[in-house]
């Protein structure tokens, strides 16, 4: 289309004038150019959604050929692993990353990384010791000594060094993390920069995520679904928002929901900068700009990008200047933001008996036969589904040490709930802040399955933007 008008341009260059037939022809010969354009586009989607659905119905059968050849997927699969990364199993995902990594450092030798470290400080120890190194520096088979200490590292202190600065790196000293409304997942402080190596600290801890990744050690580290999308370049979403200030999420969607010119909002918002009040524009002029019935889905849009991520841009970058050091872009984007917080922090047990008997009901009782159904499908689910249900509701995999009577919400302590919806079409929901399971009375087991299913893996990804 872009030749068709460079020639057309030009033409126009040489001929001065134009009769009106002449006219007549070229805008003629323009529209029939559109149409053979837009049937192509069209055409085009009907593939794509053909692709989609074929993908869909061969998900066991392909996932089959995986698992027996994971170079299907960089070679004849490719396109389903760039295109459909969703319909393939975590753990053939998660192998079929081992394998790419391996092949990045080929044959290579690369220097034994030695650090030496207090207990006490090891995150600024460790941090002047790795923050200087080379991507290829990085490679290198830690070997960790922590100082006053006797033992030799056989891969046992540097799990445990792993374990300790992932939790260091969320210390309120540094002002680098703040953490969701659940106190349990974390994301970066647009009021980091009190602390004055801050963009060094976070390029720093993308480096030890990146890191841990490359050799397959696991961190007490979990962040807000947005972050795991900016590590993954994926779209962001409205929903994300509920991670990080499930009120202000609350307000959003009414806005959504309803016509919001009454309230004279405008294309801005109020920052707390340390006690300082400060009016950010969303677009140019826009405290100038009302919120209306037209123009706010927009509004939304853009409040949601300025929260999860232009406020904290400068930290992102810097994050992932260190993270992609180690772990490239195109290799780590096959997985879901719920994948890869699996990746980094690793499956949890879960015991589904001990979250049985920690469990509140509205509307329902233990002994209604669509919570019998609901336990014994979780029973049966194997341990990457399980930790992709408990994501769901509680918005992250991690189970709390003294079990799932000490699970927290927005208000503290906050028991596992489920409640009864009553819209018998629609699919279960999730309040992550409550940890609240949302469930219509299905008829039958098997719908709850297939809704509940749909919910877990697809339920709230709507209304993206990037």
Known sequence: KRQFLREKEAQQKKQPAISTLQQTEEIQEEVQYEKSFSAIREQQMNINEMF?????????????????NLNLLSDSLSVVAKKMPKILDFENKRSFFKQELKKLRGDRHFHQLRVRVKRSDVFLGSFYQLANRSASEMKGKLHIEFVGEEGTDAGGLTREWFILLSREIFNPNYALFMPSANGVTFQPSPQSYVNPEHLRYFQFVGKIIGKALHDGYMLDAFFTRA???????????????EDIDPEYYKNLKWILENDPTPLDLTFS??????GQLKNVDLIPDGHKILVTNENKHEY??????????LDIKQQIEAFLTGFHELIPQNLISIFDSRELELLISGLPDIDIQDLKENT?????????????????????????????????????????????????????????????????????????????????????????YEKLMIAITEGKEGFGFV
């Open 269 to 274: 918002y109020e920052t707390d900068d340390f």
């Open 360 to 448: 509140e009901y509205h509307n329902y009782t233990r002994d209604t036969i669509q919570i019998k159904w609901l336990w014994e499908i979780l029973e049966n689910f194997d341990q990457s589904m399980k930790a992709a249900f408990l994501q769901f509701v509680t918005g992250t995999s991690k189970v709390p040490l003294d079990g799932f009577r000490s699970l927290r919400g927005i208000n503290g302590i906050q028991k596992f709930q489920i409640h009864k919806a009553f819209n018998k079409e629609s699919l279960p929901t999730s309040h992550t802040c409550f940890n609240q399971l949302d469930l219509p009375e299905y008829q039958s087991k098997e719908i709850l």
């Open 52 to 68: 989609r659905v074929m993908c869909n119905e061969n998900k066991k059968v392909i996932n089959m050929m995986v698992k027996q």
């Open 227 to 241: 972050m795991y999308k900016h590590m993954l370049g994926q779209q962001l979403s409205i929903h994300d928002m």
């Open 300 to 309: 939304v849009r853009s409040m949601c990008y300025a929260k999860m991520a």
